[in-house]
C-alpha cells in the first residue's frame, strides 16, 4: 500500500514539473509577411499632389500631368496640328512694329533766311551740300531726321540748305556772288567764301543774327556730335568756353 501511494505521489510531481516547465517555454509562431502595400511609400511632393488631384501649376513651377495633357479639349492652330502626348501650343504673336519718329527740318533757302532774319534776329545755319555727294545724303536721312536736332535747328536757327554747285546769283551782305565754271564742274562764290574756299562736303556753316560767319564745321556728323554742335553756337557758348569743355560736359536733349 505504501509502494502504490509513493508512486501516485512521485508521478504526481514529474507531471506537476512537466507542466510548470511548459509554461515557461515561449512560443514559436509562423513569421508574419509585410503586405506589398505596406511597403515604404514615397516622400509626398507638391508636384505628386497636383497630379493626383490631375490639376497643372498655373504658376509655370509645375509640368502638367500626363493625363491632365490627354483630357484636355484644347484647341490647337490649324496649321500647327496636335500629335499625341505633346502640349498644345499656341502660334508665336508678332510684335506690332513700333513706328520710329523722325524730326523734319522746316529748309529754307538763302534768301528767305535773309528775309525773316528782317523781321526776327536769328543765327542762320547753313547745309552746304552737293547733289552728287553721298555723306551729305547719308546726313539728310540720319542726322537731320533727329527730333532733337530738327527741334532745335528750327526753334533756335533759320536752317539753310544750298548747293554749292547751283548756277544761279545770290546777293548777300551788299554783294552778288555768281557761279564760277571750272571745266565740267563748278562751284558757287558764297559757298567758297562761307569754306574759307576749302570746298568739301558736307559742310555746315554758322552764321550769327547779323549775317557774320561765325564758322564752318566741314565733314559729316551723326545726331549725338551734331546736337551739340547746334546747341554750343545756338547757345553763344562759343565765345566763352572751349568746344572740348563744351563736349564733355554736354547733356543731350536739354
Known amino acids: 500500500m505504501n509502494l502504490v501511494v509513493r508512486f ?26 509585410r503586405p506589398a502595400s505596406l511597403a515604404p ?33 484644347t484647341a490647337r492652330p490649324a496649321s500647327q496640328p496636335a500629335t499625341a502626348g505633346s502640349a498644345a501650343r499656341t502660334a508665336p ?28 534776329r536769328r543765327k542762320i545755319f547753313v547745309d552746304v551740300y552737293t547733289d552728287w555727294c553721298g555723306w551729305c545724303r547719308h546726313m539728310d536721312s540720319t542726322t537731320f531726321v ?19 554747285e547751283q548756277t544761279g546769283d545770290v546777293y548777300f551782305r551788299d554783294k552778288t556772288y555768281k557761279f564760277k565754271s571750272n571745266g565740267s564742274r563748278g562751284h558757287h562764290e558764297l559757298a567758297a567764301f562761307w569754306l574759307n574756299n576749302k570746298l568739301s562736303y558736307p559742310t555746315v556753316v554758322f552764321l550769327d543774327e547779323s549775317q ?15 546736337e551739340a554742335i547746334i546747341n554750343y553756337f545756338g547757345s553763344d557758348s562759343h565765345k566763352r568756353v572751349p568746344w572740348e569743355t563744351y563736349e564733355r560736359n554736354f547733356v543731350p536733349g536739354q
Open 41 to 73: 511609400a514615397r516622400p509626398v511632393t507638391q508636384q505628386s499632389q497636383e497630379r493626383a488631384k490631375g490639376g497643372s501649376d498655373q504658376g509655370g513651377r509645375l509640368t502638367p500631368s500626363e493625363t491632365n495633357l490627354r483630357t484636355t479639349n
Open 8 to 33: 501516485l505521489a512521485l508521478t504526481g510531481i514529474l507531471v506537476l514539473a512537466a507542466l510548470a516547465a511548459s509554461a515557461q517555454r515561449p512560443v514559436v509562431g509562423t513569421p508574419v509577411s
Open 212 to 226: 557774320n560767319l561765325i564758322q564752318p564745321v566741314p565733314g559729316y556728323q551723326d545726331a549725338a556730335k551734331m
Open 93 to 120: 504673336q508678332r510684335k506690332p512694329v513700333q513706328s520710329v519718329t523722325k524730326g523734319y527740318v522746316k529748309w529754307m533757302t538763302i534768301e528767305q533766311a535773309l528775309e525773316r532774319c528782317k523781321t526776327e
Open 146 to 164: 533727329s527730333p532733337s536736332v530738327a527741334r532745335y535747328l528750327n526753334d533756335k536757327y533759320y536752317p539753310v540748305k544750298f548747293n554749292a
